[in-house]
C-alpha cells in the first residue's frame, strides 16, 4: 500500500489536525434563529476554537488562508474522465488534500476499476493526497464490495466517514463486535475522517447524552472506529504527517440535522456547534488512546 499522508512540511511528530467543513457548518447557529454567521464569522471561529484548517469548495482556498487556517477540498467524481480535472483543480490552489465522492453506487467492478485507476494516476501525477469518502451513493457505499476492490487495488486511501456504513449497513443488528471487523482493511487505509456519529436507523446523532454529558452506545462505537483508524495511521506515519479530523454536521437544509416544527418555524432538535466541539474533543480523545496503543502503553483495541 502506497502511504501519500498530509504532511505540514515541519519536523513534528505524526498528529491529529482538526478542519473545519463548510457544508457542516452553515445554518449556524442554531435554528430557529433567522440570522446565519456569514462563512468569515464562521473561519473565526473554528479558528477560535483550536481549528488550524478549512475543508471547503475551491474557489475559498484564498479567503481560508486569510484567515490563518489551512485548506483542504472536497469534489465528486461522476466519470472516470473527470478525475483528472478534479485532482489538478485542488493541486492548482494548493490544497493539503481532496475528499471525492466517487461514482454513485450502480457500477460494476470493471467500472469500479476504472475509477479506483483514475483516482490513483491522478493522485500520483499531482502528488495530491487524494482520500475516497465511504459515503451512500457512492461506488464505496457497501463494506463488501470496497473488501473486493482493495484485493484489486490496495493503494486506494480513505476519508472516513463512518455514519454511512453504521447507519447504512445498520451495523449493529447483527452485532457491533461481529460487524467492526469487516471493517479493518478499511480503517487501515484512512487518512482523513469526516466527524459525524450516527446510530443504527439515523444518519445524525448526537454523541453525548444530554442528560448525564456521557458518550453513549454508538458515540463509543465510533471512538473505536476513530481510535482504530488513527492507530493504523500511526503504525505508518512520518515526522511532519497530519491526520485531519473535519466534523461535518449537515445543516437543516439538508434533511441530515434532525428538525421539529416550534411556533411555526423549523428548530433543529440538537445544537451543531456545540457537537462539533464535542466531536473535535472525541477526535482528540481517540487519537490520544491511539498514541498510547502504539507505543504500547495500553492494550491494542
Known amino acids: ?9 515541519s519536523t513534528n511528530a505524526p498528529r491529529l489536525t482538526l ?27 473554528i479558528r477560535e476554537a483550536g481549528f488550524e484548517g478549512m475543508q471547503a469548495d475551491a474557489s475559498s482556498a484564498s479567503v481560508v488562508r486569510k484567515h490563518g487556517l489551512r485548506f483542504a477540498a472536497s469534489g465528486r467524481v461522476n466519470s472516470p474522465l473527470d478525475t483528472d480535472d478534479v485532482i489538478n483543480h485542488a493541486a492548482d490552489v494548493g490544497a493539503d488534500a481532496v475528499t471525492l465522492h466517487v461514482g454513485w453506487g450502480m457500477e460494476t467492478d470493471a467500472e469500479m476499476d476504472a475509477y479506483a485507476q483514475s ?11 487524494v482520500f475516497i469518502e465511504t459515503h451512500r451513493a457512492t461506488m464505496v457505499q457497501d463494506i463488501y464490495r470496497t473488501h473486493c476492490l482493495l484485493q484489486r487495488w490496495p493503494d486506494l486511501r480513505f476519508n472516513g466517514d463512518f455514519s454511512h456504513y453504521y447507519c447504512g449497513a445498520e451495523m449493529t443488528y447483527q452485532g457491533f463486535d461481529i460487524t467492526r471487523s469487516y471493517l479493518l482493511p478499511i480503517l487501515q487505509r484512512v487518512g482523513f475522517f469526516h466527524g459525524r456519529v450516527s446510530n443504527a436507523e439515523c444518519i445524525q446523532v448526537d454523541a453525548v447524552d444530554a442528560g448525564d454529558g456521557q458518550t453513549n452506545a454508538h458515540g463509543r462505537d465510533f471512538l473505536w472506529m476513530w481510535e482504530t483508524g488513527a492507530t493504523f495511521w500511526l503504525k ?6 497530519i491526520l485531519p479530523f473535519a466534523p461535518e454536521l449537515g445543516p437543516p437544509s439538508s434533511g441530515y440535522s434532525l428538525t421539529y416544527v416550534r411556533n411555526g418555524e423549523l428548530a433543529e432538535l440538537s445544537d451543531r456547534w456545540a457537537q462539533t466541539l464535542v466531536l473535535a474533543r472525541l477526535a482528540q ?15 491494542s483495541p
Not at 31 to 36: E, G, H, I, L, M
Not at 119 to 129: G, I, S, T, Y
Open 1 to 9: 500500500m502506497k502511504i501519500c499522508n498530509v504532511n505540514d512540511g
Open 236 to 241: 505508518q506515519a512520518h515526522q511532519g504527517d
Open 119 to 129: 483516482v490513483l494516476e491522478a493522485a500520483q501525477a499531482h502528488h495530491m493526497p
Open 285 to 299: 480523545q481517540a487519537f490520544e488512546n491511539a498514541a498510547m496503543i502504539s507505543r504500547g502503553t495500553v492494550p
Open 19 to 45: 478542519y473545519g467543513n463548510a457544508w457542516g457548518l452553515l445554518e449556524l447557529p442554531q435554528r430557529p434563529s433567522k440570522q446565519t454567521w456569514a462563512f468569515e464569522v464562521v473561519l473565526d471561529k
